[in-house]
T-cell receptor
Framework: EAGVTQSPTHLIKTRGQQATLRCSPI?????VYWYQQALGLGLQFLLW???????NRGNFPPRFSGRQFPNYSSELNVNALELEDSALYLC???????????FGPGTRLTVL | QKEVEQNSGPLSVPEGAIASLNCTYS??????FFWYRQYSGKSPELIMF????GDKEDGRFTAQLNKASQYVSLLIRDSQPSDSATYLC????????????FGGGTRLMVKP
């Protein structure tokens, strides 16, 4: 069974630009979670999508947004990039009948 | 008080010893508990989950849960240098969406 996949692996942007990160969940998983992990810091919850709807969001400004597609894949968009947005962005997926989350390899975003 | 607390470490143990990683949580309604391992620059990898009081063993790993004391631990027997990583404790507080709340992680160093 294929795991959670994320693309791209690395992304370099400059301040003010927009970044788009993508995630494909494990087959059969309907929930997708996005987390931010800045260097040396813990996981910060960003967004949760389930069945195509945004169900919850963490304490992040509105310029962090996303969506979930009918095939349950998801996209995270970060607008008006700031230097402090540089981090590892992690996607995790979950089957509806369980509470176990499985993580993808992450996208390393660098904002110059 | 943080919702999920871990000693940041580093916890240093010699090869072959037992490493004991601890986690406390504040919400008595918490239902399930997870341990993830994260190597530097990589994404978290699920090691174990536990739902009931007591011990749960999987190979060299044993998770221990004491809901009365709001305490969960991970024991690693016969520690190997390859076990050197940051260990994240995560708790499902039983809220909507089976959201996981992560601790800050404990860095483990196993010395040959």
């Amino acid at each position: 069974e294929a795991g959670v996949t994320q693309s791209p692996t690395h992304l370099i942007k400059t301040r003010g630009q927009q970044a788009t990160l993508r995630c494909s969940p494990i087959s059969g998983h309907t929930s997708v979670y996005w987390y931010q992990q800045a260097l040396g810091l813990g996981l910060q919850f960003l967004l949760w999508y389930d069945e195509g709807e945004e169900r919850n969001r963490g304490n992040f400004p509105p310029r962090f947004s996303g969506r979930q597609f009918p095939n349950y894949s998801s996209e995270l968009n970060v607008n008006a990039l700031e230097l402090e947005d540089s981090a590892l962005y992690l996607c995790a997926s979950r089957r509806s009948s369980t509470d176990t989350q499985y993580f993808g390899p992450g996208t390393r975003l660098t904002v110059l | 008080q943080k919702e999920v607390e871990q000693n940041s470490g580093p916890l240093s143990v010699p090869e072959g010893a037992i490493a004991s990683l601890n986690c406390t949580y504040s919400d008595r309604g918490s239902q399930s508990f997870f341990w993830y391992r994260q190597y530097s620059g990589k994404s978290p990898e699920l090691i174990m989950f536990i739902y009931s009081n007591g011990d749960k063993e999987d190979g060299r790993f044993t998770a221990q849960l004491n809901k009365a004391s709001q305490y969960v631990s991970l024991l690693i027997r016969d520690s190997q240098p390859s076990d050197s990583a940051t260990y994240l404790c995560a708790v499902n507080r039983g809220n909507a969406g089976n959201m996981l709340t992560f601790g800050g992680g404990t860095r483990l160093m196993v010395k040959p």
